[in-house]
């Protein structure tokens, strides 16, 4: 016997399931859902009433740190933030130190999130060696050891021809690039969106064709190569457009937004001193970001992830210029979409678990977003009716930098549950 979930708002739009049920994990898969299952039947009963249970959150867009910079966060720290956020899976990038440009940090990073178990961790590996942009990775090799997906973030690679031999490479694999678009050469020293906020604190710019022009160019390498690209951290009206385009053309493109670029603006940048606002791609202006939300409520824009990027304190205390860019989110994002999306009307509670479970899963390629009978448990259960205010002492990650602070959200996560394992308990936490 297993965990019975009793009284739940079941939503699978995998199979069409929205409705209360009862659900049942026998080991590690769902074995049952009905409307009614008899809590004798399980070792452990979740009493879901007032609560959605849907498919364990996926996130593709993190950074644990881990190794190298393990003073920010770790594997550990990372997926006790990413259980307590009601994520299952998460994408770590590669701008770790060793960079995971081989099969050796692949396989450890891999291994170590396997045994401490809280949260299914795929290793992203990086497009070149060192990420120096110089030369490509074996790529084989490193899906061979578990690599899913490529990406060089926190830059792009420069060089267009070896970006097209790379897309060329992983398109014969199967995996997709996960693509970070900056123009190293127009971003220059920017620090936040070049506009009237910009001039008016005195602070370098950094416009929207530095994302444009690598986005364009790497849509157009993969309509050359058929490989699957998948843009991180869209903030930009145009990389909305291109998307768009690419769309309707066929391409196996495909584009994320995170809740920041959905939530803030430039003008949200008080003063120099407001480094938990500062992050790459920058906050843009509010036409930026209607169009972003325009393209997640039309199914443009496929995923929401956090791109969870931890820093100390002392290194956000440097003020705008010196401070490094990044927030955390994995702990905030599904309530920040809930309250700022979904109770607005914006997105349908389908849509959500689409952008944060469903499509990840598509793009990854793995059997997830879906808690049919027999599938894997892997299943979010979150109170949407429990308001309450973001502080970052509360987080679980070690990392505290976001510029959520005092903010007011709808929906908890109670408990989230990685392949029948209950990995995230609210009440137990407290």
């Not at 830059?155 to 678009?181: E, W, Y």
């Not at 053309?249 to 584009?255: A, P, R, T």
């Not at 480094?275 to 199914?299: C, H, Q, T, Y």
């Not at 599938?375 to 979010?380: F, G, N």
Request: proline fraction near 3%; charge should be negative; aromatic fraction near 6%.
């Amino acid at each position: 016997m297993g965990i019975v979930i009793q009284n739940g708002r079941v939503i699978n739009p995998l199979s069409g399931i929205d409705g209360i049920y009862d659900l049942r994990i026998d080991r590690d898969r769902v074995s049952a859902i009905e409307k009614r299952i008899d809590a004798s039947e399980g070792d452990e009963v979740i009493d879901a009433r007032g609560c959605f249970v849907v498919p364990g959150l996926i996130d593709l867009h993190v950074h644990f740190r881990d190794p190298g910079f393990t003073y920010k966060e770790d594997i550990k720290s990372g997926s006790d933030a990413a259980a307590a956020g009601g994520f299952t899976t998460v994408c770590a990038m590669p701008n770790t130190s060793p960079v995971a440009d081989n099969p050796s940090v692949i396989e450890d990073v891999q291994r170590r999130a396997a045994e401490y178990g809280k949260c299914r961790v795929y290793q992203v590996g990086s497009i070149t060696r060192g990420m120096e942009g110089r030369e490509l990775v074996d790529f084989a090799a490193m899906h061979k050891a578990g690599c899913i997906a490529f990406s060089e973030d926190g830059k792009s690679v420069m060089n267009a021809a070896l970006m097209r031999s790379a897309l060329k490479r992983t398109a014969a694999l199967g995996v997709p690039v996960f693509d970070h678009c900056e123009d190293s050469n127009l971003a220059a020293d920017g620090v936040m969106n070049d506009g009237e906020r910009a001039k008016a604190l005195g602070l370098p710019g950094i416009s929207n064709a530095v994302e444009n022009t690598i986005a364009a160019r790497d849509i157009m390498l993969a309509q050359e190569t058929g490989a699957k690209l998948h843009l991180c951290h869209c903030s930009t009206q145009e990389s909305v457009d291109l998307i768009w385009d690419a769309k309707m053309k066929e391409l196996n493109v495909s584009g994320e937004v995170c809740p920041h670029h959905f939530l803030l603006t430039d003008e949200d940048i008080l003063d120099e001193g407001s480094a938990n606002f500062k992050m790459n791609p920058p906050l843009r202006s509010r036409d930026d970001v209607d169009e972003l939300i325009w393209g997640l409520a039309n199914n443009i824009m496929d995923v929401i992830s956090t791109d969870h990027a931890p820093h100390t304190g002392d290194e956000k205390a440097a003020g705008f210029i010196k401070a490094p860019f990044g927030i955390v989110g994995l702990e905030t994002s599904l309530a920040l979409t809930y309250t700022h999306l979904v109770q607005t009307g914006i997105l349908t509670m389908q849509q959500l678990i689409a952008k944060m479970s469903i499509n990840p899963a598509k793009i990854l390629g793995i059997d997830r977003g879906d808690i049919s009978c027999s599938k894997v448990a892997d299943i979010t259960i979150f109170d949407s009716r429990e308001l309450y205010e973001i502080h970052a002492s509360d987080f679980k990650g070690r990392a505290k930098n976001m510029p959520y602070e005092g903010r007011v959200v709808s929906g908890r996560v109670k408990y989230t549950i990685l392949e029948g394992k209950v990995t995230y308990d609210s009440e137990a936490d407290q």
